[in-house]
């Protein structure tokens, strides 16, 4: 049982470049997240989904996109990187209402340049 | 808008010291609160989490948090700290009607003194 992974762990990009960032899950959550944190700023949510299929907005949503084809996977996607999307990004899961515990991966560091 | 402030950016505790941390809320409902841990370089492992009922909840790693509706705070505890306790802290409460993600604060540092 690996809970919550996250690939990659590290990437450097240039500004404009795209990329996808894979959450996995394999406790069959419906709900799950993608936050980014920043020093001093602590996590802030990007988007989020509560079952295979949905996507919806959370705080921070401007240049990321989201699917979730299955009910294991949630991706985030950049389709133009910006140095302000310099960040680490956790994804989490959560069984099914938000105030159940949610798990966190263990983050993937994001350089944009 | 819900918010959660943590008023303490930086802690120094000496390692066997008790330890209390601060967070402030600001919500209009009755608030679900969280305490999340960081260790560096991980991801964050939820200490404990407050919905309804006794005001005064335990969590792992011998960590308590109280909530005090008439403060607006729901203060983490520990009698006597590990060097293994430092790490960021933060408090959260859940955002908007539910189903939305987690609004946190900005964390606490705590650094362990021998």
């Known amino acids: 049982n690996a809970g919550v992974t996250q690939t990659p762990k590290f990437r450097v990009l240039k500004t404009g470049q795209s990329m996808t960032l894979l959450c996995a899950q394999d406790m069959n959550h419906e709900y799950m997240y993608w936050y980014r944190q920043d020093p001093g700023m602590g996590l802030r949510l990007i988007h989020y989904s509560v079952g295979e299929g949905t996507t919806a907005k959370g705080e921070v949503p401007d240049g990321y996109n989201v699917s979730r084809l299955k009910k294991q996977n949630f991706l985030l996607g950049l389709e133009s990187a910006a140095p302000s999307q310099t960040s680490v990004y956790f994804c989490?899961?959560?069984?099914?209402?938000?105030?159940?515990?949610?798990?966190f991966g263990p983050g993937t560091r994001l350089l944009v340049l | 808008a819900q918010s959660v402030t943590q008023p303490d950016i930086h802690i120094t505790v000496s390692e066997g010291a008790s330890l209390e941390l601060r967070c402030n809320y600001s919500?209009?409902?009755?608030?679900?609160l969280f305490w999340y841990v960081q260790s560096p370089g991980q991801g964050l492992q939820l200490l404990l989490k407050?919905?309804?009922?006794?005001?005064l909840v335990q969590g792992i790693k011998g960590f308590e948090a109280e909530f005090k509706r008439s403060q607006s705070s729901f203060n983490l505890r520990k009698p006597s700290v590990h060097w293994s306790d430092a790490a960021e802290y933060f408090c959260a409460v859940v955002a908007g009607g539910g189903a939305d993600g987690l609004t946190f604060g900005k964390g606490t540092h705590l650094i362990i003194q021998p």
């Open positions: 919500y209009g409902a009755t608030p679900y």
């Open positions: 407050y919905f309804s009922g006794d005001t």
């Open positions: 989490a899961s959560s069984p099914s209402w938000v105030q159940e515990t949610q798990y």
